[in-house]
């Protein structure tokens, strides 16, 4: 679902990140650490936005 708004809604750590995108924990981690998902480290946990996440795997991203 999108948010109206376009407002961030941070997903926090990769099995969360892999469970928006439909791929498991350990696929998501791999791709977050080969650069290949919109997210960024913040101490040790993986966050990245669901709406870019979304935006990616719809072919949207630039």
Excluded: C, S
Aim: charged share 25%; hydrophobic share 40%.
């Amino acid at each position: 679902m999108e948010d109206a708004n376009n407002k961030p809604r941070p997903v926090w750590g990769a099995k969360a990140i892999g469970h928006e995108i439909g791929r498991t924990e350990r696929q998501a981690y791999h791709m977050l650490e080969a650069g290949l998902l919109p997210a960024r480290k913040v101490g040790d946990k993986w966050v990245a936005d669901a709406n870019q996440l979304h935006a990616l795997i719809k072919g949207e991203a630039a």
